[in-house]
């Protein structure tokens, strides 16, 4: 019983190690993607305060989009036949 328990709490541990590197990982890698994030945001919050028109706010979101599909493009795989 004390062997299974101690199996189990090594288990438990690396899948903690393993989840904390990949959250670490994702943190270092979505650092674009959390900027475009927060201009959207900001755009958003500028719309709903007055400072900012919908064809302003509809431009500021295009340009965002541009930025976003210019640094991670969407890749369609082919189709099979």
Do not use: S
Request: proline fraction near 4%; aromatic fraction near 2%.
């Amino acid at each position: 019983m004390l062997a299974t328990m101690l199996a189990a709490a090594v288990i438990a541990g690396v899948y903690v190690l393993l989840i904390a590197r990949h959250l670490h990982k994702a943190a270092a890698t979505g650092r674009p993607h959390r900027r475009l994030a927060g201009a959207e945001r900001a755009a958003a919050a500028r719309l709903l305060n007055g400072d900012l028109d919908r064809a302003g706010y509809r431009a500021e979101l295009e340009m965002l989009a541009a930025l976003d599909a210019a640094g991670r493009p969407l890749v369609v795989p082919a189709a099979e036949r």
